[in-house]
């Protein structure tokens, strides 16, 4: 929970909040089908869920081409990170965890609460993109992890697929790698863009998967982990697994994990608001980084406080980083009327 994602966002003194914009929610989740099944899960909820977790694995597995020993459910990708920080903290005791930065920082913040050293790769000078190259050239025998975020949290940019398949097929024969794929449904073609291929391939390699994105289910709470059935089992040790799950979440997971149709209108409403913020932004004079997530980061022209203090005058809350020499604002997507005020603060500050 201290992850800076999880920090509650203030309404402005004594104003109203327009449009939270800074966690990466999904307005437009949970979905239909997913509420039905909520509401007649609840009366069920004297019952142990059990039986629907092993559904719900089982139904992730053969849609991913894994076994089902190869899915570790959890309520939130979160915990699993924090689950995953803490074991190979313990099997490699003071080893190093090499990520980019900046990226989504909550695995190496655990890892380091229990004693793991963190390296940090800085992004590509020109395109802010996962520097590989010299991600892979710090791997030694004092690695204990290589984590990667495609797309990106907080730039949104999304790693070349070929490169990052080949990086995983060499670095994991060396060391594990552990790759969130937390945004990935909102990447032009997630098929094209997973490294789940790897997993098949048997490699040490775990993918993080989320509810909390294109399926709009932040707060019910699940996520998973695709790995290899040993990995998963030591990982669980330290968290995930069916034990912390519920009936309505799972249930509503169940409902609406293949509701294509479903999946595409939140994924295109989502596309609709992203393609407003560029012209939002292009019209303000501001440039972006092309994003392959539910947000977008621009650099900004004042510091990064007053920018997030004055856009929360305006009803509006976002968040600011300071990288390369610059601040940086990320907006979350969300519904049409939540970008217009979003467009209006941001003309009214600029
Ligand atoms: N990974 C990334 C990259 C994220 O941005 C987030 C949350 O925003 C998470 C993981 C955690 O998501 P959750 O615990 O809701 O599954």
Redesign the pocket.
């Given at each position: 929970l201290d992850a800076p994602?999880m920090m509650p966002t203030l309404p402005p003194k004594g104003g109203v909040m327009k449009a939270r914009l800074s966690?990466?929610e999904n307005p437009y989740g949970p979905s239909p089908k997913a509420l039905k099944a909520i509401s007649e899960a609840a009366s069920d909820g004297f019952l142990y869920p059990f039986s629907y977790a092993g559904q719900l694995q089982k139904m992730i597995a053969e849609q991913e081409g894994v076994q089902p020993e190869q899915i570790l459910l959890a309520p939130?990708?979160?915990?699993l990170?924090t689950a995953a920080a803490i074991h190979y903290s313990h099997i490699k005791p003071g080893g190093s965890i090499i990520s980019a930065d900046p990226t989504?920082e909550?695995l190496m913040r655990a890892a380091v609460q229990h004693g793991a050293k963190w390296e940090k790769v800085p992004l590509t000078a020109n395109d802010y993109d996962h520097n590989l190259a010299e991600m892979e050239k710090r791997v030694g025998d004092n690695t204990s992890l290589m984590y990667v975020?495609n797309p990106n949290?907080p730039t949104g940019v999304t790693i070349d697929p070929v490169a990052l398949r080949a990086f995983v097929d060499r670095v994991s024969a060396k060391k594990p790698v552990f790759v969130?794929e937390?945004?990935i449904h909102y990447t032009s073609d997630p098929k094209k863009f997973t490294v789940i291929e790897n997993v098949k391939k048997g490699q040490d390699v775990l993918v993080?998967r989320?509810?909390?994105k294109i399926y709009g289910m932040?707060g019910l709470?699940l996520?998973y982990l695709v790995g290899q059935p040993d990995t998963l089992k030591a990982i669980s040790k330290w968290g995930g697994g069916p034990g912390g799950l519920t009936m309505t979440t799972l249930r509503a997971a169940l409902a609406c994990y293949q509701d294509d149709e479903f999946i595409k209108y939140s994924l295109s409403k989502g596309l609709e608001a992203r393609e407003f913020l560029y012209q939002t932004l292009k019209t303000n004079g501001y440039t972006y980084l092309p994003s392959g997530t539910n947000f977008v980061l621009f650099p900004i022209r004042m510091k990064g406080e007053d920018f997030v203090s004055r856009m929360m005058d305006q009803g509006v809350s976002i968040r600011q980083w300071k990288f390369d020499g610059q601040y940086w604002c990320r907006v979350s997507l969300g519904t049409m009327p939540q970008m217009q005020a979003f467009a209006e603060g941001l003309k009214v500050i600029s």
């Open positions: 994602e966690a990466n939130g990708s979160g915990s990170l989504y909550s975020n949290n969130d937390a945004y993080a989320t509810f909390s932040a709470r996520g």
